[in-house]
């Protein structure tokens, strides 16, 4: 399992924190996701051999936010 913490802009509220993490945590690969909102930060575990940093940011980039 690979662990990465995201920075991430334009997130501000519930919807956001639902809005991620409904779309991340579903992914095959995907065993956690934790937003922080206070720090602009999304926690990543997920195993590299089903999905790849480059899909994780780019559903979140999907939602509405910029992965930085």
Do not use: W
Not at 34 to 40: A, M, P, S
Not at 41 to 61: C, G, H, R, Y
């Amino acid at each position: 399992m690979e662990k990465v913490t995201l920075n991430v802009k334009g997130m501000s509220c519930g919807h956001c924190v639902k809005a991620v993490e409904g779309a991340v945590g579903p992914m095959e690969g995907v065993s956690k996701v934790k937003v922080n909102l206070e720090n602009g930060t999304v926690d990543v575990e997920f195993d590299a051999s089903k999905v790849t940093l480059a899909q994780i940011k780019e559903l979140i980039d999907d939602q509405g936010y910029d992965v930085a």
